[in-house]
């Protein structure tokens, strides 16, 4: 089974409050430094651990192309990364990457790139789910309650029990993937994860595997000291 990996990393970071790109490359979040290297590079390092993993594709805005590739090639990982212009969703991004795949790949994992936190045994984890059944992502069950509101009045509660938390990665045969988007891109439908562009095929069902709540999204700024206390521990566990 030959697995791509997909790194959607071409968002602006609204979220986190500091959209403004810097030389340094410190300033959208996918680049924030975490122990000195950006968010993006620990999340490659990840999936570089990853025997099954044979190429990684990044997506990237097209002012970060430049500047990533020549970390890249400091680091070491020119030749298993490789760099594609992003869009204006995440959806179009991965859309992107997609179309600049080793021809031979099996599987596609798509993953955030900011989310550096992902562990190597859940990631094996959902590539072997996939290679079985064609389509698995990673979830965790939720501690709140949700509700349906419309403004601030609820209108339904959602059973807890039957409800998961949809994380990445998420791994799927590669012909799955591409006709899913293809499907999306003819009815003009945006989601936030590939496994909603796979469901409404209606085709296969997606199977869940639990991950953790380590495997956090950076989104806001407070999730950075959150990060900074995940990557001290997992440096401890070492
Ligand atoms: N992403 C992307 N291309 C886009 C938008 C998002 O590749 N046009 C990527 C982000 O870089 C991130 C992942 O998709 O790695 C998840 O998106 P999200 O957490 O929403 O990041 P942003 O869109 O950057 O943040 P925000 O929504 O706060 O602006
Ligand atoms: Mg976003």
Same mark, same amino acid.
């Given at each position: 089974?030959?697995?791509?990996?997909?790194?959607?990393?071409? =968002?602006? =970071? #609204?979220?986190?409050?500091?959209?403004?790109?810097?030389?340094?490359?410190?300033?959208?979040?996918?680049?924030?430094?975490?122990?000195?290297? /950006?968010?993006?590079? +620990?999340?490659?390092?990840?999936?570089?651990?990853?025997?099954?993993?044979?190429?990684?594709?990044?997506?990237?805005?097209?002012?970060?192309?430049?500047?990533?590739?020549?970390?890249?090639?400091?680091?070491?990982?020119?030749?298993?990364?490789?760099?594609?212009?992003? =869009?204006? #969703?995440?959806?179009?991004?991965?859309?992107?990457?997609? +179309?600049?795949?080793? /021809?031979?790949?099996?599987?596609?994992?798509? +993953?955030?790139?900011?989310?550096?936190?992902?562990?190597?045994?859940?990631?094996?984890?959902?590539?072997?789910?996939?290679?079985?059944?064609?389509?698995?992502?990673?979830?965790?069950?939720?501690?709140?309650?949700?509700?349906?509101?419309?403004?601030?009045?609820? +209108?339904?509660?959602?059973?807890?029990?039957?409800?998961?938390?949809?994380?990445?990665?998420?791994?799927?045969?590669? /012909?799955?993937?591409?006709?899913?988007?293809?499907?999306?891109?003819?009815? =003009?439908?945006?989601? #936030?994860?590939?496994?909603?562009?796979?469901?409404?095929?209606?085709?296969?069902?997606?199977?869940?595997?639990?991950?953790?709540?380590?495997?956090?999204?950076?989104?806001? /700024?407070?999730?950075?000291?959150?990060?900074?206390?995940?990557?001290?521990?997992?440096?401890?566990?070492?």
């Amino acid at each position: 089974m030959k697995v791509a990996v997909i790194l959607p990393a071409a =968002g602006l =970071g #609204t979220r986190m409050g500091r959209p403004a790109a810097e030389k340094t490359g410190t300033s959208r979040k996918q680049f924030m430094l975490l122990d000195g290297s /950006p968010i993006l590079l +620990h999340t490659i390092r990840k999936f570089v651990a990853c025997p099954a993993v044979e190429q990684i594709v990044v997506a990237l805005r097209r002012e970060d192309l430049d500047w990533v590739a020549e970390m890249l090639r400091r680091e070491g990982l020119a030749g298993t990364v490789s760099l594609v212009e992003g =869009g204006d #969703t995440r959806q179009q991004s991965v859309d992107n990457a997609l +179309h600049n795949l080793p /021809p031979d790949t099996d599987l596609v994992a798509v +993953h955030d790139a900011v989310r550096p936190f992902i562990d190597l045994a859940t990631i094996e984890k959902v590539i072997q789910e996939a290679a079985e059944t064609g389509a698995a992502i990673v979830g965790i069950v939720p501690v709140d309650t949700v509700k349906q509101v419309r403004r601030n009045k609820i +209108h339904g509660t959602l059973p807890r029990e039957r409800l998961i938390l949809a994380q990445t990665p998420q791994v799927f045969r590669l /012909p799955l993937l591409r006709q899913a988007f293809e499907r999306a891109r003819e009815d =003009g439908f945006t989601a #936030t994860d590939e496994s909603s562009l796979v469901e409404r095929l209606e085709q296969i069902e997606v199977s869940v595997v639990l991950g953790s709540d380590r495997n956090i999204k950076i989104t806001k /700024p407070s999730d950075m000291d959150l990060a900074r206390l995940f990557l001290e521990e997992e440096r401890a566990a070492r």
